[in-house]
Nanobody, 126 residues
Framework: QLQAFGGGLVQAGGSLRLSCEAS????????MAWFRQAPGKEREFVAA???????????DYLDSLKGRFAISRDNAKNTMYLQMNILKPEDTAVYYC??????????????????WGRGTQVTVSS
């Protein structure tokens, strides 16, 4: 089970930190990711972080988000985070967290992930 928290309404230029809490799985063994879906658009990859057997430090981002977003995880708390800075109206979307075994090899592909959270809405006003 995955549950995402931390969404909300923020002005452009502001920041938010999303959290994804995992239960019922050995969190440290799962590659984790954030995706987002804006109204009328496909769900797109945002960021991924590798499981502990890859050192838990390998990360990747949608190119356009590099430098503004940062993904991290705390295996002791079974929680993943997404720090979002300098938010723009085009970042408005429902943000979903996902978990998959060996998903990092195909980390931008939705079908690589076994578990999905219900999503949290992020709205950035101009």
């Amino acid at each position: 089970q995955l549950q995402a928290f931390g969404g909300g309404l923020v002005q452009a230029g502001g920041s938010l930190r999303l959290s994804c809490e995992a239960s019922g799985l050995t969190f440290s063994l799962y590659d984790m990711a954030w995706f987002r879906q804006a109204p009328g658009k496909e769900r797109e990859f945002v960021a991924a972080i590798a499981a502990i057997h890859f050192g838990g430090r390998n990360t990747d981002y949608l190119d356009s988000l590099k430098g503004r977003f940062a993904i991290s995880r705390d295996n002791a708390k079974n929680t993943m985070y997404l720090q979002m800075n300098i938010l723009k109206p085009e970042d408005t979307a429902v943000y979903y967290c996902a978990a998959g075994r060996s998903a990092y090899f195909s980390r931008t592909t939705r079908s690589s992930y076994d578990y999905w959270g219900r999503g949290t809405q992020v709205t950035v006003s101009s």
